[in-house]
């Protein structure tokens, strides 16, 4: 029996799930792996999904789809739009949405293992289907691994993932070396000392505080990163204070920062804290802020050997106009932590999303920018054709390029 990849989709993307929640999405998978004839196993790194396929000597493959969603409320438009809501980790209700493509990511594994069982007699070897958690905590791929994933299943050759992306469909986007940036998220807490809004003079405002330090962590990128190096210093959220007439005691920021090598990683690393400690200093502080470190991931390296491989059978599989080098993305993956522990090759691709018409439309204007969303965007929308298609093919392309 066929299974229907585009229903698979719609009721993925009707009903996302959270970080290390995706209980109903982790048992959608797991079936579908079970009734291809896979083993499976679930509950690796709490709700993460291995499929084996077993298929006689050969090299042993692992393929990697994450399938957790987002604390964002779906405004795309779409028929089968999200309505969905979830509790974050600090007990807020959230609107929940697909907002980065997993949905397609694990319909497009299922479609691969469905393709690679359906043409056995043609390739040998061990495929390790795996549905990652908590990819957007950067979390769950280190969560499966300390689970035991090297210890209790076949230690893979290569590892393979992939990304659906604001890119025309039908496109593929491939390079070896630096494919993401490594990326650290910070939680700092600035201490002042609360009051009346009246009586400013009385206080130590950590509200003017960190505006000051949003502001100077803004140089940073701007006046100590050579222009021809890449990094990115984001304040993605600023929470402070209950009322207008009250001075809170304490302000937070949550950090983002990108960077391509540990040694730029070392040297923003350095700068941020430094002006979070100077602008609190400046501004009278008597308690030294603290900075936490939420999570850490490396930069996402294809092998070059491996990556020229799987290039040239893209190349062969959609035509040499459809494989382009997207350069180094900015965004961070925590895919390369299961090559990293294993010490084999990374393949880690893009595939597009978008219908190519309205996205040669937007770049012959010079809107795409405000035209077509990206990742993480509540507008963000993937064509379900070709996109569903050419995703289960690259993956499946690839996979038998590396399998005897």
Known sequence: MTIDLEALFIDLHRNPELSFQEVRTAGIAAAHLRGLGLEVAEGIGRTGVVGVLSNGEGPVVWMRADMDALPVVEQSGLDYASTAKGVDP???????MHACGHDMHVTALIG???ELVATKDQWSGTVVAIVQPAEEFGAGARAMLDDGMQERFPAPDVVLGQHVTPLPAGMIGVRPGPQMSASDGLHVVMRGRGGHGSRPHSTIDPVVMAAATVMRLQTIVSREVDPHDLAVVTVGALHAGTKNNIIPAEATLDLSLRYPDETLRESVLASVERVIRAEALASGAIEEPTIETLHTLPATINDESATERATAAFRAAFGEDAVVDPGLFTGSEDVSWFAR?????LVFWFWGGIDPARYAAAA????????IATNH???FAVEIH???????????????????
């Open 386 to 404: 070709p996109t569903i298609e050419v995703g289960v093919r690259a993956l499946t392309v690839a996979a038998r390029e590396f399998l005897d």
């Open 377 to 379: 965007s509540p507008f």
């Open 341 to 345: 522990d294993t010490g084999v090759p």
């Open 112 to 114: 691969a293992i469905e």
């Open 90 to 96: 600090e007990g807020h209700e959230v609107g929940v």
């Open 364 to 371: 012959a204007n010079g809107t795409l920018h405000s035209e």
